[in-house]
């Protein structure tokens, strides 16, 4: 959302309100009840699911999703197929068992007991759950991957999970489990819930086991899985998808404000404005590149601060022409360049991966003669996902410290060109400024860097060497959330020095503007956050500051 917004905004924080407080309304609904988002209606065929839709899902727009007819169709001819082949076919998951106990044949009267097994003893996960949005759009994904028709079951097993999700039942999906070699223990949960065991789901507003709350939500309360429709629910890696779309949208929303952030400083230190010249990036041939640095430059646009008159104001007697700003100013739009680049990887991998066949065995129709046949292979791995988000983990963290970089560099009057020392209002030494408030960002750092080590790179064998190579992505996005929930307090560090050090020195820059977006930005903070004057009580700022990264209000007012 836009800077600028700063009245709205400042009605919606009370200000000694802490930044975890739920009771913070977002953007715009302070002084009149915000319109209900219309509901986003979605058809799966399993071929054109878009990220637009995932967005949409993840920022808790109400949905509803059901299977497209030709897709629902399909489904069928293919169970009839797969059940026809499978009288002559031994088949992983249908008529034997999985894994270490592949070799273990299961006869026709086993196969309703194995479904349930099959999700009982693969439900294991443990730790803290996925966000309900994100297990929505998990469920979503599952479905319109089985709407491709090319697993096996029934259209009956994806209306079950679409149930669920248009009814507002979320099952309850723990986040540690998972080697990223499909999707075992989360979605097995999610199965269990489907089933009406007593897996536990949350369903307006309180948490029970699904035997309970699918009947409180119009639901009934038991499904039956028939034979091989278990193992197309845990096999593939939709929860890792859903996981790292979420990352995605986060990590984009974050690049924007690092882009605003970054302007912000170069105000403050009246940075040179060739760094952005359009010649020299377009020289770099790299798009994202110059669209950084277009954006830069929209948002500094008629500032007289970041000229030779603005860097001569504050000891005009002692004024050198400064040549050239260091490597951290100069380099930026590269750098943050990078983080763009992966995004946009990331996102056309998780197209691809919305829309394509990722459980184990699949079922085609036969090249020569009729029928169908079942075809083993790895389609649930999840190591292209799982090395995404470990690239995009190492520039959210690059980004992490060029920002605390940046912000340390304000605490020095040698290295901010003449800002008061340590950023401190009134008498310095008197008052110590924000020495502290930049060291919360300081102390962050080491933390991202070693949550940045790509968990894809450490791959160990499990289950009597039947998956000998495990992709550990589950671990790579968590730590990718994790240095995300970083790089918000890095980022509202740097927005809350930046905007000390222009209000500092604002009178002696009198007569001079700042840029249109910068002044915007500026703005927005001081709805929230007054200067700092007198030494004061600093966590409150920073939680406010903080809230403000994290809910979008410091985004700067110039398209992506």
Known sequence: ?????????????????????????????????????????????????????????????????????????????????????????????????????????????????????????HAAGVGEPLPDNVVRLALILKANQMARGTVGVRPEVPDRLLSMVNAGVVPRMPQVGSLG????????????????????????????????????????RDFTFQAGEALPIISGSTVLAATLMNAVHRATVLADQAEGAFALFMEATRAERGSLDARTHKE????????????????????????????????????????????????????????????????????RESNSSTSNPLIFRRKEGPGYEFVMGGNWDGSVMGHLADTLNAEITDIGVLSQELSGRLLSPRWSYDLPANLAGGTVGLNSGMVQVQTVAA??????????????????????????????????????????????????VQYLMAAQGIDLIAQKMSGLTLGTVTRSLLAEIREHVAPLGEDRYQTPDLERAIWLV???????SVAP
């Open 1 to 121: 959302m836009a800077a600028g917004v700063g009245l709205l905004a400042a009605l919606c924080v009370p200000p000694v309100q802490a930044v975890a407080d739920p009771e913070l309304s977002p953007v715009g609904t302070a002084t009149r009840p915000a319109a209900a988002p219309a509901v986003l209606d979605l058809v799966l065929d399993g071929d054109s699911f878009s990220l637009r839709d995932a967005f949409a899902i993840l920022e808790g727009r109400p949905v509803t999703a059901r299977i497209a007819p030709d897709a629902r169709a399909n489904m069928s001819r293919t169970r009839a197929g797969a059940l026809a082949a499978l009288r002559n076919q031994r088949v992983y998951g249908w008529n034997q068992a999985l894994g270490p106990l592949k070799d273990r044949p299961l006869s026709p009267e086993q196969a309703e007991q194995f479904q349930r097994n099959v999700l009982r003893s």
């Open 181 to 220: 070699t499909g999707d075992l223990q989360p979605q097995a949960a999610a199965g269990l819930a489907a089933l009406g065991e007593d897996a536990p789901v949350r369903y307006g507003g309180e948490e029970g086991p699904a035997s309970e709350m699918l009947p409180k939500a119009g639901l009934p």
């Open 284 to 351: 770099r041939h790299i798009p994202e590149e110059d669209a950084v640095a277009a954006r830069l430059r929209a948002m500094v646009e008629g500032s007289g601060w970041m000229t030779e008159e603005g860097r001569k104001r504050l000891d005009p007697a002692n004024y050198h022409p400064r040549v050239q700003d260091a490597v951290s100013v100069r380099a930026a739009p590269h750098i943050m360049a990078g983080l763009r680049h992966v995004i946009a990887d990331a996102r056309q991998a998780l197209v």
């Open 443 to 492: 102390a962050l750092i080491p933390e991202m860097q070693a949550r940045a080590t790509p968990a894809g790179t450490l791959s160990r064998p499990v289950k009597d060497g039947q998956e000998d190579h495990n992709t550990m992505a589950m671990a790579s996005v968590r730590h990718l959330h994790e240095n995300l929930d970083r790089l918000e307090i890095v980022l509202a």
């Open 550 to 556: 994290r809910h979008g209000y410091l985004t700067p």
